[in-house]
């Protein structure tokens, strides 16, 4: 089965407006490299990070449309965290006006039938979905008036029990994004209750040359889990959309390697449901820059449509126990033959991120089992 985040790719990439090889939002864009100044609080929630990647970016996905045209930026940062990273993916607009993956979907399935159809009533109906068009008033006031990157950029959703949303305010002269924490239980819309400064970045103004895959969602700060379902639809929707371009392009070393990190993130989820599935990937990747994306991504989905069975949980169960054998308490190794017995895979996958954790484990922190904990 598709993820929504597939789904809502599919349906963009139906727009037809990327050019080949580009993102499918956000396309124009530049990776700077940034000095991390942070005050406790700001390490309480990010750790003592002092460097950063920071993607300032243009929602063009097309050299035919001016970046001047264009009012949705994004300035999203990566943490250089010791553990793995962690990402807060800004744009400046405040909110979503909805937070589940059918209304996503609908919204953009009636995006793509008005630009097949190109009637009135199509557009009126694309208003309809969510109750959009209670909305239009906010949307109208939040939307950016200025088409440069000078912003407030937002988290748009919530992380932890503070229910914080990051904002970053963004000066474009001296490159500083002052770094802010605003607590706001809203889902679907932009009510800070109060704003915490945690630090500033200084950014090199002259773009880096590393590249990376993409900005993850779910790469949250360790402690503050992302609340509601947007996060885990942007985390799969930024990860199809990155395996959509690299089939676009002939893929060199570096593009193999960003690859390569997708695979780690995987490989566990994947082994949880077929070890066919594992070692068919595993050969795959030995083909360097003459892999077959088209193929790696068909057997990514073959795994994720398939339903779990004792056998693979099993299996990846005690090959994931290889990290903490040696390390676990009693209650804990008692805990294991337990899940071990009932192989209830939402539990294991709990537990597995629950010591990945606890033991600083940063393969496993950065597997897709310990970020969203195995949901699709």
């Not at 309809?128 to 988290?155: A, E, Q």
């Not at 630090?199 to 503050?224: V, W």
């Not at 994720?304 to 308490?329: L, M, P, S």
């Not at 629950?354 to 033991?359: E, I, N, P, Q």
């Amino acid at each position: 089965m598709k993820t929504a985040g597939d789904i809502i790719i599919d349906l963009i990439e139906r727009f037809d407006v990327h050019d080949p090889g580009s993102r499918r939002a956000h396309g124009a864009g530049s990776h700077h490299k940034g000095q991390v100044a942070l005050n406790e609080m700001g390490k309480a929630i990010f750790g003592d990070v002092e460097h950063a990647l920071v993607r300032l970016s243009n929602a063009s996905t097309s050299g035919r449309v001016p970046n001047w045209l264009v009012n949705i930026k994004g300035c999203s940062v990566r943490f250089n965290h010791a553990l793995r990273p962690i990402d807060i993916i800004g744009v400046n607009f405040p909110y979503f006006p909805f937070d589940s993956s059918s209304e996503s979907i609908g919204l953009f399935y009636k995006i793509h039938l008005f630009l097949k159809y190109r009637n009135v009533l199509r557009f009126v109906d694309i208003f309809k979905t969510g109750d959009l068009y209670r909305h239009l008033g906010k949307i109208v006031r939040w939307f950016p008036k200025k088409t440069n990157m000078n912003h407030n950029y937002y988290s748009t959703h919530s992380y932890g029990n503070e229910y914080f949303k990051f904002r970053m305010d963004y000066k474009t002269k001296t490159g500083l994004i002052n770094l802010y924490a605003e607590k706001d239980k809203s889902h679907t819309d932009y009510r800070p209750e109060s704003e915490i400064y945690l630090g500033y970045i200084l950014i090199d103004q002259h773009p880096a040359s590393k590249e990376i895959k993409y900005m993850d969602a779910m790469n949250a700060p360790f402690g503050y889990y992302p609340n509601g379902e947007m996060p885990l639809l942007r985390h799969y929707m930024y990860k199809r959309s990155f395996l959509g371009r690299m089939q676009e392009i002939q893929l060199t070393q570096k593009d193999v390697g960003m690859l390569e990190q997708v695979w780690a993130e995987e490989k566990y989820f994947i082994l949880s449901k077929s070890q066919k599935i594992y070692d068919e990937i595993r050969e795959l990747f030995k083909e360097g820059t003459e892999m077959s994306v088209s193929q790696f991504r068909q057997l990514l989905d073959e795994a994720y449509r398939k339903k779990y069975d004792e056998k693979h949980i099993r299996n990846y169960f005690q090959h994931v126990w290889g990290y903490f054998k040696n390390k676990a308490d009693e209650d804990e190794k008692k805990q294991y033959e337990e899940l071990m017995l009932a192989l209830d895979i939402e539990k294991i996958n709990d537990f597995v991120a629950f010591l990945a954790l606890k033991y600083r484990e940063p393969y496993l922190l950065n597997s897709t089992v310990a970020k969203t904990h195995g949901r699709t």
